[in-house]
Each structure stands twice: as C-alpha cells, then as structure tokens.
C-alpha cells in the first residue's frame, strides 16, 4: 500500500519542464491564430461568409 502511494504521489501533475514546454506550445499556437486572424484573406472570408448568412435563412 505505502508503495503505491508513492507512485501515485510521483505521478502527480506536471513538472516545470512540462509546463515550460504546454506555455510554449499554447503561445505558438495563439501567435500563428492572431497572424490568421490579422491577414487580407481572413478578413475577406469572414465577412463573406457573414454576408451569405441573410440568403441562407428562411424567413
């Protein structure tokens, strides 16, 4: 029992280095959205697809 205990308590959370490493990534990925979000060819999509949205409802 005391030796499960402590496998349980040494897989418990993460690390520093895995932390370091999931802040990293998440700030990758939130940087590439912004750069999307911030292009010609995004802005032009959205309002695209906002201004179809009216023909495609019924009423």
Same mark, same amino acid.
């Given at each position: 029992?005391?030796?499960?205990?402590?496998?349980?308590?040494?897989?418990?959370?993460?690390?520093?280095?895995?932390?370091?490493?999931?802040? @990293?990534?998440?700030?990758?990925?939130?940087?590439?959205?912004?750069?999307?979000?911030?292009?010609?060819?995004?802005?032009?999509?959205?309002?695209?697809?906002?201004?179809?949205?009216?023909? @495609?409802?019924?009423?």
């Amino acid at each position: 029992m005391v030796v499960r205990l402590r496998r349980r308590a040494r897989e418990r959370g993460m690390s520093t280095a895995e932390y370091t490493v999931g802040t @990293l990534g998440a700030c990758t990925i939130g940087g590439v959205l912004v750069k999307i979000g911030q292009s010609d060819w995004f802005g032009d999509l959205v309002t695209g697809l906002i201004e179809k949205i009216p023909g @495609l409802l019924p009423f």
